[in-house]
């Protein structure tokens, strides 16, 4: 198994081209299946090298490599070396911290995407999907091993479904197109949590929904960041003149770059959420404050008089007239009690209670 960097700055002063796998250390070996279709029929099956795959071309076949597990560096060396792929795209391959972009070349397309799901915890998770395409193959690059083109397999295996009749462009665009269409799954998961957010918030506020906003509020700040290059990526395709992308194909990248738009307004609404939540908890906050506040002054204000008299009456000067009398200690306590009842009535008929 190669070795992986963890970080992008861990290449400095390697020289550019440099194959070295940078992101996550893969848990299990890597992964090659080869799906190979035409309008009759549809084959998949496990290879090992690039000859095995270049077996499969002939006339009227269109192959899907999926490379699961960046591991495979002898793989992309040899896919730059027979199919003539510059070493900088195949660095780009291997760094999954790339921006997502597409990029044209004499024989190939290039693309980076971004997928995102979301956690139990809230976390946001993220991978990169790299694309070659060429004029009758499609190569995709992962980290990881997962049921996320479940869907489009059984599209494939469909002998009536539009994407076997046409070329590798339709399959490129399917992938991206189910790679937005994720997008809008963890819109909806998003939505359900901040409603969640919402209803709590104003039933009555904790503590721990500070931090779960703010938490909310960075992760979106990571998706954004992922999510919204994608719409320059569709739109340089859409301006792409490139033969590798057919005039019958680019309808459906407009529909795709009409999807991303719609999630970056989404993710643009959810912002103006999350700041209005924070807002209100930080308002709720301050109301309870002061309701808090205004308890206690009114106790000290009902207390300020009491502890006038006293203090008064409990000077030590020999001649105070009140303290012969036979009436002064009862008529003491009658203040004590009249005294708070008439504030707290005053009070009450102002509102402020």
Not at 103 to 132: A, P
Not at 179 to 195: G, K, N, P, Q, S
Request: with cysteine; charged share 20%.
């Amino acid at each position: 198994m190669a070795q992986s960097l963890s970080l992008p700055s861990k290449k400095a002063g390697l020289p550019p081209g440099t194959l070295v796998h940078v992101g996550t250390a893969p848990a299990q070996a890597g992964r090659i299946t080869l799906t190979s279709y035409t309008n009759d029929h549809c084959h998949e099956k496990q290879v090992q090298t690039l000859e095995e795959i270049l077996e499969h071309r002939r006339p009227g076949n269109t192959l899907w490599v999926q490379c699961e597990g960046l591991d495979i560096i002898e793989m992309v060396e040899a896919i730059g070396q027979r199919l003539q792929v510059h070493p900088l795209v195949l660095e780009d391959i291997l760094n999954t911290h790339q921006r997502p972009k597409f990029e044209e070349h004499d024989n190939c397309l290039f693309f980076v995407v971004k997928t995102l799901r979301c956690t139990h915890d809230l976390k946001v998770d993220h991978e990169q999907i790299s694309l070659l395409l060429f004029p009758d193959m499609v190569f995709t690059f992962r980290e990881q091993s997962d049921e996320l083109f479940h869907g489009l397999k059984q599209r494939l295996n469909n002998p009536s479904s539009r994407i076997r009749s046409l070329g590798a462009d339709y399959l490129a665009y399917a992938i991206m197109d189910l790679v937005v269409d994720h997008y809008f799954v963890l819109a909806d998961t998003l939505e359900d949590i901040i409603e969640n957010i919402e209803l709590e918030l104003m039933a009555r506020p904790q503590p721990h929904l500070f931090s779960t906003i703010q938490m909310l509020k960075r992760e979106l700040v990571f998706m954004r960041k992922a999510i919204t290059p994608i719409r320059e990526v569709l739109l340089a395709v859409q301006r792409s003149e490139h033969p590798l992308l057919q005039d019958r194909t680019r309808p459906y990248y407009r529909d795709v770059f009409d999807h991303a738009l719609r999630v970056i307004d989404i993710m643009d609404s959810y912002r103006d959420l999350i700041n209005g939540m924070l807002e209100i908890y930080l308002s709720s906050i301050s109301n309870r404050m002061n309701e808090i506040m205004k308890v206690l002054t009114v106790f000290a204000t009902i207390f300020i008089p009491l502890t006038f008299l006293v203090g008064v009456y409990g000077m030590n000067f020999e001649y105070m007239p009140e303290l012969h009398w036979k009436w002064a200690y009862p008529l003491l306590w009658g203040l004590f009690f009249c005294i708070p009842a008439g504030l707290l009535t005053l009070f009450r008929k102002k509102g402020w209670l």
